[in-house]
């Protein structure tokens, strides 16, 4: 019987899915925790918008503002990050003129990259930390996609849940089973927390290792529902 997929979707793919995919993955693809075959992985809703710099000018303002201060911005890209962090963060999207806007994302495309791959960094050490081997630490920035293997999508926090419905309302899948990870085992979202390094990539594995069994038991009452 052909694995069913069960995904883990966030915005960028980068931290919180990934740690899910990780996690799942190591304690119980290859176990008989689950009543048919099984594989893991994640996606992120919004990759395609990060790889062409089309991040909205919040976001993009928020990885300019962890890279600074996670100190991996240097030179004249740190200095001219810190100058439209201190004019426009927090500023609506209408306040800011298109010119500044430009400003903006050429600073963003250079140092987003360092950003996301210090916080895979981060996210990696910490899923070794708590023992899970290095062949099940999975990549980052994977768009999603509908695949049909796909049953059940399980969304970081509402927001994404809401992306999901975007992408399947002008498709002729019907969208696979949804549920929030938070309503999954009755507690809140994990938020998307870009700057706090080593820290909150421990709070995010901690988050999902301390929840995966009462998870596992809702996905498989959610699997019987699909299989039968």
């Known amino acids: 019987m052909a694995r069913l997929i069960i995904r883990a979707v966030d915005w960028g793919n980068i931290q919180r899915s990934p740690t899910f995919e990780a996690i799942f993955n190591y304690f119980y693809s290859d176990s008989n925790s689950l009543p048919v075959p099984v594989v893991f992985d994640s996606a ?39 100058e439209l962090i201190s004019k426009w963060y927090g500023k609506e999207d209408e306040e800011i003129p298109k010119k500044n806007k430009m400003e903006i994302t050429h600073s963003y495309s250079k140092i987003k990259e360092n950003v996301h791959l210090r916080q895979m960094q981060y996210r990696n050490e910490a899923l070794l ?18 695949d049909a293997k796909l049953k059940l999508i399980i969304p970081v926090e509402e927001n994404i849940a809401q992306d ?65």
């Open 44 to 82: 992120g809703t919004r990759v395609n918008q990060i790889m062409q710099n089309l991040t909205p000018i919040f976001k993009q303002l928020d990885i300019m503002d962890a890279g600074l201060t996670l100190d991996i911005v240097k030179g004249e890209n740190k200095h001219l990050a810190e």
């Open 129 to 146: 930390d708590v023992g899970i081997p290095e062949q099940y630490l999975p990549g980052m920035r994977v768009p999603f996609k509908h």
């Open 164 to 228: 999901i419905e975007d992408f399947y309302k002008p498709l002729e899948n019907n969208q696979p089973l949804t549920e929030i990870y938070g309503d999954l085992v009755g507690i809140k979202p994990l938020k998307d927390e870009l700057d706090g390094g080593i820290r909150i990539a421990k709070k995010q594995v901690e988050y999902f290792m301390k929840t995966r069994e009462q998870a596992i038991e809702r996905i498989n009452t959610l699997i019987a529902k699909i299989v039968i």
